[in-house]
């Protein structure tokens, strides 16, 4: 099974380091940029991308396929009704849609269901030039896309010599993973000014030990917090905000 042309990125990181954040920040670079249309995909049990987005959740996909299960009527194939329902779970905002997986499955055999997923998920794709996954910390929603290759996978770390250490360690978990992936970028999270020594040379460490390339630091932001206190879009940050212009600059760099 492939996903066809559609350029695939991931987040990974440990818990908390900013991978919705950035998620969010990467969409408004995308849509501002035209690089248009975007599938954005909230693979966390406990989705929040939608609430940095200013958006609302109504159905989820994992519903959706659980009603599959269930709610099929007599001479309709678990596909077909997949197929017409999947676009219930769409949210379509301004150049870009939001998917939210929801809760992963409960007990039972999903092994069909999750496969049918994935093949309508993958028909779906085709209709977008970018698919962004904002992963939990482990990354099972993965396999169960069956993604089997992501174009960029930015691993997110927190400012600490354990966190880039952390981070070093997931970019070598992903190799156990059935997927292949293009590129392997390095981003350092809400790091203090000055930037500190020691830090930059965990990172060095980090990238010679590893296959990351180092995608550059991004700053502690007042008004990101300002925003996540007021509950308000990440989208309507203003392009001059010192975070945005750095997030911006790593995605010119690494997202074609
Ligand atoms: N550069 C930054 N400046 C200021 N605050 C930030 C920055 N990046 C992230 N945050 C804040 O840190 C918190 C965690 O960020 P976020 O939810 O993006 O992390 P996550 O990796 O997605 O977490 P989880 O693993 O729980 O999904 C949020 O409150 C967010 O607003
Ligand atoms: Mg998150």
Known sequence: MSYGDVNIIAMAGKGGTGKTTITALLIKYLVESNL?????????????????????????????????????????????????????AVIEAKGFDLLVMGQPEGPGCYCMANSILAQVMERLSKNYRYLLVDNEAGMEHLSRLNLRKINTLFVISDPSSRGVLTAARIADLTKALQVQVGQKVLI?????????????????????????????????????????????????????????????????????
């Open 36 to 88: 248009t249309p975007v599938l954005a995909v909230d693979a966390d049990a406990n989705a929040n991308l939608n609430e940095l987005l200013g958006l609302q959740v109504d159905v989820t996909l994992g519903e959706i396929r659980d009603k599959m299960k269930t709610e099929t009527p007599q001479g309709m194939t678990k596909n077909e009704f997949m197929e017409i329902h999947i676009n219930q």
């Open 188 to 256: 350092v999270n809400r790091v203090p000014e000055p930037l500190p020594e020691s830090l930059d040379q965990h990172v060095k460490d980090a990238v010679e030990k590893t296959d990351l390339v180092f995608g550059g630091y991004l700053p502690a932001s007042q008004e990101i917090f300002q925003k996540e206190m007021a509950q308000e879009s990440l989208l309507e940050l203003s392009s001059e905000t010192p975070v945005v212009k750095k997030a911006f600059d790593i995605f010119k760099r690494f997202i074609s």
